[in-house]
C-alpha cells in the first residue's frame, strides 16, 4: 500500500491546491497593503528561497501612473524596496525633471524577488508573481502605465522590441501603456540616456491628452443620456416632439437665424387721367 505522505503524485497536488488558494487570496485582496503582506509571505517559487526581502512596490493606493520594472537587484533584495541604488536614483531624477517624486507614483516589478546573480527573470517565475501584479493594477486602476525595460512590454506586448516600442502610447485590455527604456540601459550604455528622458519628459503630455479624451467622451455620454432621458419622458406623457424633415429647416430655426425683411411702401396707384370735356358757356366766358 503506497504511503500517501511519499507519493509524489499527491504532493503536487497538494502544491496545486496551495497554489490556488494562494491565487483566490490575492484576488480577494483589498488593499495593497494586504498584496504586499501575501508577497512577503509568498513560496510559490525556488526564488523565495534565495531572497533577503520579498520586494512588493511602494507608492500611494491613488497614484496616477504605475512604473512597472523587471525585478529586485542586489541592494532592493537588502532594503525590501524597488529601484534604489544608483538605478533608483536615476529614476529619481527623471521623476523630478517632470515635476514628480517618487512619493507620487506607485514602482512595482514584474516579479518581487531577486533571481540570482540578478539573472534574468525565468517564464515559470513571472507567472508565479503575476497575480500580485494584476491585483495591484485592479486596485490601484491608474491612469498610465509606464513599462521599463523590455520585460515588462512583453507583459502587455508579447516580443515585440523596446527599441521600436519605446515612446508610443498604446492600449491593450482597456490600460494606456507606455513603453520606455529601463533606467539601467542609461548606465550601461550612455547613449540611451537622452532618448530615456525625452520619453520621459512626454509623459505629462501624455496624461493630460488622455485626460480630454476621457472629458470628451464622458460629454458625449452625458448629452446621450440626458436625450434619451428627454425622450423617454416625452414618450410617457404622450407628447413626443415632432421630428423635423430630413433637409428641411423647421420655421422656429429660420426665425432664429433670419433678418426681418424690410417693410415695403405700397405702390402708389396710378391717377386717373381725366376725359377731355368740352368746356362750357361759362368757362369761355373767362377768357
Known amino acids: 500500500m503506497n ?41 510559490d517559487c525556488p526564488l523565495s528561497a534565495g531572497r533577503t ?49 517618487r512619493e507620487q507614483v506607485f514602482i512595482a516589478n514584474m516579479i518581487k524577488c531577486r533571481p540570482p546573480q540578478n539573472r534574468d527573470p525565468s517564464p515559470d517565475e513571472m507567472s508565479s508573481c503575476s ?18 525595460g523590455r520585460f515588462s512590454l512583453g507583459r502587455f506586448f508579447p ?59 464622458t460629454q458625449s455620454e452625458t448629452s446621450i443620456a440626458e436625450t434619451h432621458e428627454f425622450d423617454q419622458a416625452a414618450e410617457d406623457s404622450g407628447q413626443m416632439p415632432e421630428t423635423p424633415t430630413a433637409g428641411v429647416i423647421p420655421a422656429e430655426q429660420l426665425d432664429m437665424f433670419s433678418m426681418p425683411a424690410p417693410a415695403t411702401e405700397p405702390e402708389p396707384r396710378p391717377t386717373p387721367v381725366a376725359e377731355p370735356v368740352a368746356p362750357t358757356t361759362q368757362q369761355l366766358s373767362l377768357f
Open 159 to 217: 516580443g515585440e522590441s523596446i527599441t521600436r516600442a519605446r515612446g508610443k502610447v498604446r492600449e491593450k485590455e482597456g490600460r494606456f501603456i507606455y513603453p520606455i527604456m529601463h533606467p539601467a540601459a542609461a548606465l550601461h550604455r550612455q547613449e540611451n540616456r537622452s532618448a530615456i528622458m525625452q520619453d520621459f519628459k512626454n509623459i505629462p503630455q501624455v496624461l493630460e491628452k488622455l485626460a480630454q479624451d476621457r472629458s470628451g467622451a
Open 131 to 148: 497575480k500580485y501584479l494584476d491585483r495591484q493594477i485592479e486596485l490601484l486602476n491608474p491612469e498610465l502605465i509606464v513599462t521599463l
Open 53 to 101: 526581502n520579498a520586494v512588493p512596490g511602494e507608492g500611494p493606493a491613488d497614484a496616477r501612473l504605475l512604473f512597472i520594472g523587471e525585478g529586485p537587484g542586489q541592494q532592493e533584495d537588502r532594503q525590501g524596496r524597488p529601484f534604489v541604488g544608483a538605478t533608483g536614483k536615476f529614476l529619481e531624477e527623471l521623476l523630478a525633471s517632470i515635476g514628480l517624486t
Open 3 to 43: 504511503n500517501p505522505t511519499n507519493d509524489p503524485t499527491n504532493s503536487e497536488a497538494n502544491d496545486s491546491g496551495a497554489a490556488n488558494v494562494k491565487t483566490a487570496s490575492t484576488l480577494r485582496a483589498i488593499s495593497l497593503d494586504e498584496i504586499a503582506h501575501l508577497v512577503k509571505d509568498c513560496t
